[in-house]
Each structure stands twice: as C-alpha cells, then as structure tokens.
C-alpha cells in the first residue's frame, strides 16, 4: 500500500493563492486533519512531514499549507497578521469539507498552534486539537522581534531578522497579537485537547503549556517533549511527537468512512465489497483476511492488490512450492526459489480470429524464477520443465470453465 501526496492550491484571505500539500493514506481515509506550522515557517519543515506520515499511517489524511507570503504560497507577508492566519485556516478548512470532509483534528506547531486554539469554535467538525510548542499568549511572538521593536512601535513598520530571514513587520500586527487571547480561547474549547511541549524550549517556555493546560477544560492531556528541541528537528522527537498525536487522536476521532463487517468464510474463497471507494473488497480465504483493490490510477486506493497480481501471485507460488517439493524428492541442492511474475495483455499471434480488423489480446504472464544452489545445468533444466507442470499453470493454459449462480442477499 503505497500513501498519495497531492498539491492543492486555494484562495487566502488576503486574495492570493496559497499553496498546499495534502497526504492521503493507503487506502479510505478514516478521518480529515489540518496543520499549521510556526511563524515565519512552511508547511516543509520536518515535524509536519513526520506528524502527516503518521497519521496517515492510522488512515487520517493531512491538509498542510503556507500561510500568505510564506513557503511557496504568494502574497506578502507584510500585510498580514494573527487575524489574517485564522482567516487562511478557516478557508484550509473549507477546502477541505468542499472536496473530501471537514477537518475533525487540528494541529499546530508554535504559534500554529495558538491559531488552532484561537480558530477551533469556528469550525463545529472538530472534535481534537493538538498543539506542539505554543505560546499562551500570541504577543510572545514580539520577543523575536527585538531591538527593533520599539522601532515598530514608533515608525510603524521595520525590518526583523528572524532565523537568518528578513521580514518587514507593521505596528498593526503588533497590535492584532495583542487583542488575541488564547487562553481565553482554550477554555471556550470544545474538543479535546493535547498539548506537548519541550521542557528545555528556549524559544517558547515551557510556562506557556501549564498556561494553556490550566485554562482549557477536559479532556484535556500534556506530552513532554524531554529533549526536544523547539523545531523537533530530531528525527526521533517528531517521530515521537507524531505517534503520540496520533495515538491519542483516534479516542476523540469519529471514522466517516467505516467499511462493512468482513464476511464470514461461507466458502473456501468469499470476497466482498468494504463499501469504501469503487473496487475495495474484502477477501476471505479460511481464516485469512486480506484487501483486493486497484491501482490509484485507475481509481483504486491502492490498499490491496489487484485481481491480477493475485492471479499472479497464484502463478508464482504455486511454481515455488512445485519445484521444491520436486527438488526435495530428488535430492536436489536447491537452496531458495524466487518467482517473479508480471502480467500484460499482448496481440495474439493467430489473427484468424480478429474482429473487424482488431488484432485479438491474449494474456501474457512473464514468469522469471531465480534458483539458488550448487545446480549442474542437467538439474536446472528439469526444474525449468517443472515449472510448466505447476497446477496453477496448468489451469490458465488449459480449458476452463466457471459456472456462477447469481443469488439475492438481504
């Protein structure tokens, strides 16, 4: 099962369109997240790529973009502020509810994350939020700016080194953080809240939690982050941080997309629709249970694999199991096999029985088998002849016949 990643590109508050990512699952999504990462930072920094890769690994699919002026979105950063970010996430999650379902999980990295707080009444969908390093108080992000802060307050705008990058800031921004108060807001918060800090961040204290967790209401729930770093920028503090968002996440989170029940095995072979997308099915052989889907491309999820790689898959086991059960009776050296098939529709040879003019297709699986062993070429070449003889090639060479019944279910 391979997971899908598609670039999406919508409207932001200020006009300008805004680019995003979203990261799809292997298979239905159970549920819809939306992140928001740091000031000043893009929805590339390493703690979103971890959290969106885990949580699709629990099928919750991930929306993440660039606040205006930021990343790869366009726009400038100058004109805007705390406002016009909770504006672009409201707008994110429209996207979202417009084209597969709203967003039930917010998360936010920093100040991300006090504009998940701060958003979260406005979006009835959500049942969770999670926040890694944030600030309880928005105003706390001046402390970045310096020195030259007075300078804004005075002439109205100036020009802030933040992390080795120069942005303009306005006194109205100054005064947009300080009208915001989240505090106030995660106590209004209806959903479940998680809030993980780094004991020993430098950037944001780790006071701001105790902050935050003290105002909100239960379910409420504290990680620490021990050894992280503001940014996670260790790959094991955001894998970590990753894991627990989406461990804990999935109490609150309701599946929108269930799958029916697997079907009991009331045959040696029964197969059934999941009731998620065109071809998902459930397979159920004995007391096996596995998924059969289709290619993206053809407009599968990929979650399983096709009828043909099983028919393929039949083919290159059986072919396995034959020449070791030869190889054992004959005493023979063979240490491994491995059977690789591949299966493609190709023109038959005989055109006496094309229909109008078409070249009829046959079906062609191209079988490489690998031996391992101290073979002679005598011993290599009757396992080559009995290949041939496996059941299964047998029956696709030979003449089949399928009788089906069609038969009203409840």
Known sequence: MTRTRQQVTFTGSLGTPLAGRLDLPAGPPHAFALFAHCFTCS???????????????????????????????????????????????????????????????????????????????????????????????????TRLFGPQLPVIEQQGRAMVDIAGRCFTIRREMLDDLSAHSIEERAGQLHAALLVAHAPADNIVGIDNAARIYAAARHPKSFLALDGADHLLTRPDDAIYAARMIACWSERFLIDEHPAAPSPSASAPVVVAETGQGTFLNHVVVGDHRFLADEPVDVGGFDAGPSPYDLLGAALGACTSMTLRLYADRKGLPLDRVT???????????????????????????????VVAGDLDDDQRAALLRIADKCPVHRTLEGTTHISTTLVQGP
């Open 43 to 141: 929805k590339d920094i390493v703690a979103a790529g971890r959290i969106a890769a885990e949580l699709n690994g629990h099928g919750i699919g991930v929306l993440r973009f660039d606040f205006t002026g930021l990343g790869s979105s366009e726009g400038d950063f100058t004109n805007t502020d705390f406002s016009s970010n909770l504006d672009d996430l409201r707008l994110a999650a429209g996207w979202l509810r417009e084209h597969h379902a709203a967003p039930q999980l917010l998360i936010g990295h920093s100040l991300g994350g006090a504009a998940m707080i701060a958003v979260a009444a406005d979006l009835p969908e959500v049942r969770a939020v999670a926040t890694l390093g944030a600030p309880a108080d928005v105003a706390h992000i």
């Open 339 to 369: 059977v690789e098939v591949s299966h493609a529709k190709t023109h038959a040879q005989d055109c006496d029985a094309c229909v109008e003019g078409a070249a009829p297709l046959v079906d062609h699986f191209q079988r490489r088998i």
